[in-house]
């Protein structure tokens, strides 16, 4: 009478015969769900067999690597005659083990994140034992090395670098034979990455890497377990050059000046890997996998392609699917021989910052249910669909939301103001900051909350202008332009000028009118909208009410919406750990429709019309009640 | 009625229906052979339409490149209703387009040879088109050069380098998309290795290296039509680290050693290099391909393997056959991204200059006959098969044929004396040396010569002593060795020391003594042999009554022995041109069985017995008659 224990429950049941996994589940009071009826495709009854064995007669969904560590579809499996101990997968998200500063991934819908029989990096380590050199067998070190890593891989080619062979023959014979490798495996080949003697096969890190206009953030990962170790950010070094991508463009005419951007943003990123590198005690040769997601002009000029032709009619840049390079082809201070992912992108304006951050949204999954993705950054990026059609523009915000373009803006790290209440009589600001310190900046969802509270208040028109005609001490006219002032006598002087405050409008109207663009295109409206996700460097913070009070976001019920923070990074996390979202990723770019704004007739007269706050057409704003 | 024309007869036929081309060609007196029936596997009946057409149904042995430029089987081909000219094609070895300095071709029997419709380097050139870039297509720049390339080279994946990439923008604008390519194509992809505006396909030039353990000799090659151009020879620059592969082995252990052992090989080529790409007004980059044969150790060495453990039990190397790797990687100084072939090695001390050297024999052709391979070198190497088995051994004769170790010793070039004869009263020699001039040195045929002639006129005995007993002005005796002199007073002193003597006499008892072994082994007899090929850096010369004489050879009947010079050279020449041959070295690497002589308890007692001149059973060599 074979005995069935379920793990973590510690819940052990005696049965007598052959009986459905499901159904004995069932018995033992232990939850496994399977809402697809068990047609495995739902992928939520997967659990894995820790010893023992069960009869499993169909593998569905899972892959090869998932079925050889012993992942079963339970609703495929039904028991055999031997003791089985059953271990029920907690999802990735619910293991609560992520690093504090990377919080962006709790504001996921966990269903979208990889379970944990999906983790399977491009690069992955493996302990290996190579036989030894037998007489007149006519095999090489090369040949007995490459038929064990056929026998536990799979049958392909196998790519061993020169570099590693000029030591092969001393690794084979320092252990017996024991070795880890790591590997990246491709539709036609194995390549070699590392082989080292000895079994080592926890220490495998990978990058996920997103690359603004503005900022440039870089998160740690084990590819072990998929843990998240640490992210960092900072400003693209490239900013110096230009503030958007258009000038960046331009800046990049000369080759000299293309190496320097190729240069500067390469700088930002090994700054940032150095930076982890220390922090977290590890050889930066260690971190084997990087994942980059970034705009189609960030990418060129990462990888040092010349970006002209992405702002040239008819806009075709050098490439959208960018092939695997190594690290060292890139310049990138990881391990030199490792493959590089980089994001397809979709057009010109449309990059791989939105195919890995779309893997964060409902867009992805079967459902019909019209959702909206805004991509808040320095180009502001929307995709609508469901599961039928996905159509994606961009538009031009600029750098304010970032902090850039504004003389005290700031990224949302610690210092920034976030959030600020303007007294309606007295016109002075009580303001919030970022770790409640003295203030040294404003970031993008201060701006929002500034201009929010300034129009509600009065103390600004729709226009943007300042009130000159009631006295205010924080307000200050120098000349033809007002400023206001945010930061008190005693603390560093921190003042929004009108015109700065003009860069915000245009950045909103930009985003609200290519939003309304779009969906006047298929003939659908905001109303029909189920989600509308928002997805930006905006930190930890964005107030909803502000963002509509001041037109950026469309006046609908708060109820859909969805803050997602950096999606670019979070779904650059996925693509690194799991090839189903590297294949999912793949197959988005290929469904997605690219429109070009430029070219739309009615796109500068949408335009014009949202330069006031919160729009012309207050009856687009229902919910937003000025003085 | 259509009309056929045969080219480069002239030859025009009108015919009145649709008839057999071999038909045609006998009615009109042209000459096509067709040995194999009309069965279209021997390609002697291969022809090249040069205009109209002809209904062709089966391709036979044809490569798909071939088909496409016109070539078809005779026997495999009807007229149609259209006029047809038809090229039948000259054998390259009759082109006699060879340069001068490479007559090694010229040794080998032309059915061996490449045919021209064969001719498919590994890396050949391409010209190509590739539309502009359109609105609204969603191509990226790759994506139509990559689209262009599959059209014209077929459907795999095309790997194309990062810093071509970099210029695809520029290359792709500048003349209206007309650009030349220069691809390797592998099973799965084809890897670009250049993309240049315009149309320059014939500029594309190849290396056959053969890598001794004494000498090194690099061949071009234009790739475009096989034409060789110039081969350039020097001694290997590792001498100086030990005269044979055992020494070098020994002096490799310290890993500083493997490097300057590395870097002096890598050195001895580069310098060949360089001397070809200024002599040939080509700049390095031009020669996109290049074919390596060398001993199993020469090849270590050249990659920087350790190859200490092909000398250790169980004699196990860090690889046999080679993959690909670029030029960059190993360091020779062509284009750095072109891949390399290495003839694949069959064993620790039968190496790639074998594979590719049997390439000039019968032994790959389907006869019955049984051929004897004897490659004379630093190694001595011998191959025994026929078209059901091939079995093949080594042996260490050490450099004294090829000039090394001995004082005044040097390779087969201008200045070396290669035919000695010794009058019998007198001692004295009379000499010619290579190119007619004063003597500077002996090479290997010329020592052949010399202890042939001595042994005929009793001036040496069969151990190889001068007669002390004569007096001669030739021989001077100093304490317990005595000299033979070469030169006469007025020139440099040139003098062969009886140690100097006792080098060859075990130079030649070790190969002499293989050979019998090997034939033993497999219980045949020399008799049994149809031809006796034999390879090795003689240079032009090696007289084959003189190599019986000392019994370096066999005494066989004279028809049977063919001297084919430089067969690693002629061999990896064939499989640079040639898919087909490398396809050939491929599948005979595979099939040859490797003998350990070092194991075989017979060897010790045939080597004893072979240290006299030219051996101690006299009756094994009934035509050599002694005074």
Not at 337 to 353: E, L, M, N, Q
Not at 520 to 531: C, I, P, R, Y
Not at 572 to 590: G, I, N, P, T, W
């Amino acid at each position: 009478m074979p005995r069935i224990t379920f793990l973590p429950q510690e819940i052990t049941i005696d049965i007598d015969r052959e009986t459905d996994l499901l159904t004995v589940a069932e018995q033992a009071g232990v939850e496994i769900s399977a809402p697809c009826g068990t047609n495995g495709t739902c992928g939520k009854c997967i659990v894995r067999i820790a010893s023992g064995m069960l009869h499993t007669h169909d593998t569905g969904m899972l892959s090869p690597a998932a079925v050889k560590a012993g992942y079963v579809h339970a609703c495929k499996s039904k028991t055999a005659d031997v003791d089985v101990t059953i271990v029920i997968p907690e999802r990735l998200s619910k293991k609560g083990k992520f690093a504090d500063s990377s919080e962006d991934i709790k504001k996921i819908n966990p269903e979208l994140l990889p379970e944990i029989w999906q983790i399977q990096p491009l690069v992955k380590k493996y302990h290996l034992i190579v036989p030894s050199a037998q007489p007149e067998d006519g095999l090489s070190d090369l040949d007995r090395f490459t038929n064990s890593v056929k026998a536990e891989l799979g049958e392909k080619s196998v790519v061993v670098p020169l570099s590693i062979m000029r030591h092969l023959a001393q690794i084979l014979r320092k252990d017996q034979g024991k070795v880890t490798l790591t590997t990246a495996s491709f539709e036609n080949h194995h390549q070699i990455i590392t082989v080292n003697p000895g079994n080592e096969i926890k220490a495998n890190y990978g990058l996920a890497v997103d690359i603004g206009t503005t900022t440039v953030s870089v998160q740690l990962t084990s590819l072990f377990d998929a843990e998240i170790k640490t992210v960092e950010t900072s400003y693209n070094q490239q900013i110096k050059c230009g503030l958007d991508v258009i000038s960046r463009i331009n800046y990049a005419q000369r080759p000299e000046r293309l190496q320097e951007l190729k240069t500067r943003i390469l700088d930002t990123i090994n700054l940032l890997i150095e930076s982890i590198v220390k922090t977290q005690n590890l050889d930066s040769s260690d971190i084997t996998n990087m994942v980059c997601s970034g705009n189609t002009t960030m990418i060129h000029l990462l990888l040092g392609l010349p970006p002209e032709q992405i702002r040239l009619a008819p806009y075709t840049p050098t490439l959208l699917n960018s092939p695997y390079f190594t690290a060292d082809d890139i310049g990138i201070n990881i391990h030199p021989i490792t493959p590089i992912h980089i994001s397809p992108a979709i057009g010109s304006y449309v990059g791989g910052d939105i195919t890995a951050g779309l893997l964060c949204t409902d867009i992805i999954t079967d459902s019909e249910e019209l959702s909206l993705f805004i991509d808040i950054g320095t180009n502001g990026e929307l995709v609508l669909g469901n599961c039928d059609f996905i159509t994606t523009c961009a538009c031009s915000a600029g750098p304010a939301f970032e902090g850039g373009g504004i003389k005290k803006g700031m990224r949302a790290a610690v210092g920034a103001i976030e959030k600020v209440t303007v007294d309606p009589s007295t016109g002075i600001p009580e303001i919030q900051t970022i770790g409640d310190v003295p203030p040294t900046g404003i970031c993008g969802s201060g701006m929002i909350s500034l201009l929010s509270t300034l129009l509600k208040t009065g103390w600004i028109d729709s226009a943007g202008k300042l009130d000159r005609t009631r006295p205010s001490s924080a307000i200050e006219v120098k000349g033809r332009q007002a400023f206001y002032k945010l930061s008190s006598p005693d603390q560093e002087l921190i003042m929004v000028s009108e015109s700065e405050i003009e860069n915000i409008i245009r950045a909103k109207a930009a985003i609200y009118s290519a939003c309304a663009l779009m969906l006047e295109q298929v003939g659908l409206s905001f109303d029909e909208l189920n989600t509308i996700y928002i997805a930006g460097g905006f930190g930890h913070f964005l107030n909803l009410e502000d963002a509509i009070t001041i037109g950026l976001l469309p006046d609908q019920p708060r109820e859909k919406f969805q803050y997602i923070g950096n999606a670019s990074l979070t779904g650059s996390y996925m693509v690194l750990v799991s090839a189903d979202h590297r294949k999912k990723q793949k197959e988005l770019a290929q469904r997605m429709t690219y429109i070009d704004l430029s070219t739309e007739t009615g796109y500068m007269d949408q335009y014009t019309a949202a330069l006031f706050l919160p729009h012309t057409e207050l009856s687009q704003f229902p919910s937003v009640l000025l003085p």
